[in-house]
């Protein structure tokens, strides 16, 4: 199947490999900041337009992007030289901007959070150097939605930083106070596998979109409602870049009146008018976008995926 992708977005190759030798491998975020015992805050840098930490993994120390579209741990194969096969996936691994035709997992036993310990965590484990040589970092791997889901996330552009405060069965905080911002406004929303699905409109056309922290650009699908369609306005064409090496055109603007609800809204986005169909057939959904980066900068966002809802607290009046 031919992967065509923006040379902005995320990328991930089709082989997975599993660590040798090493039955407890840790995650430790060492400049994170405990505020209690079930949170931790950790400042992040924007590569480009991408959310990345930095951590330390079996006595290497270097980047993670933090993406929502990923379902799994990843770890970058370059970066770990003793593997072998341990598990193959005979169905797709998809998420938001990759598709995986076959995949190799195995299992994290322990993942440190700044003392926070997950257990049993499936984590795959590919070549990534595309991306690092791409954005210029050292990338140990991709943190994704089978580490984040048992938190409440805190996705604030404002500050660079993200809070994860751990959360029960039902998704309750369990601490009181964690933030000292103000919650201004909430949106429900559905769990498709591991992408965050909501309902929106443009130019007041019913549209599903995605949500995902590493979606460099937003984009909009070729065959959404032609009116919404309107007050996409193209400004450029951008080259799409396959894992093959072959490359298409597409068209790149600005997306005017998005709104989730009649208080969520948004100024004009830039957006990629591209094809969203092989994405909606791994998912089983119709997704007719993906809000990523420009999403989250326009509004400093919680996630809750047990309770399957967004928070949202307003940047300062003063922000340019």
Do not use: W
């Not at 130019?203 to 922290?213: A, E, R």
């Amino acid at each position: 199947m031919n992967r065509l992708l923006l040379t902005a977005l995320l990328v991930l190759p089709s082989l997975c490999f599993s660590l040798n030798g090493n039955t407890n491998p840790s995650i430790i975020f060492n400049n994170a900041e405990k505020l209690n015992e079930n949170t931790t805050r950790i400042p992040f840098k924007l590569v480009d337009h991408l959310i990345v930490v930095q951590a330390e993994l079996l006595d290497k120390k270097g980047s993670f992007i933090i993406d929502t579209g990923s379902e799994a741990l990843i770890l970058n194969q370059i970066h770990f030289d003793n593997f072998y096969e341990f598990q193959k996936n005979n169905q797709e691994v998809s998420g938001v901007n990759a598709i995986l035709d076959y995949s190799y997992e195995r299992r994290i036993d322990a993942f440190d959070i700044n003392g926070f310990r997950l257990e049993n965590k499936v984590s795959d484990v590919i070549n990534l150097s595309h991306i690092e040589q791409s954005k210029k970092i050292k990338l140990l791997g991709i943190i994704g939605y089978n580490v984040l889901k048992d938190y409440e996330i805190f996705v604030d552009l404002y500050l660079n930083q993200i809070t994860l405060t751990k959360t029960d069965k039902n998704g309750n905080l369990l601490n009181d106070k964690v933030y000292l911002e103000t919650i201004v406004d909430s949106l429900d929303f559905k769990l498709k596998h591991h992408t965050i699905v909501v309902d929106g409109l443009i130019n007041n056309q019913k549209v599903k979109f995605g949500i995902d922290t590493a979606a460099e650009f937003n984009q909009i699908n070729r065959s959404v409602n032609k009116k919404a369609l309107r007050y996409f306005i193209p400004k450029k064409r951008l080259k799409l870049h396959g894992a093959s090496g072959k490359s298409v055109r597409v068209l790149a603007g600005k997306l005017h009146r998005v709104k989730l609800n009649d208080n969520i809204y948004f100024g004009p986005m830039h957006t990629v008018l591209t094809n969203l169909n092989q994405l909606n057939e791994a998912f089983g959904t119709q997704l007719d976008g993906v809000l990523g980066y420009e999403f989250f900068a326009q509004k400093r966002t919680i996630i809750n995926y047990k309770k399957e809802k967004l928070y949202f607290i307003d940047y300062p009046l003063n922000i340019k």
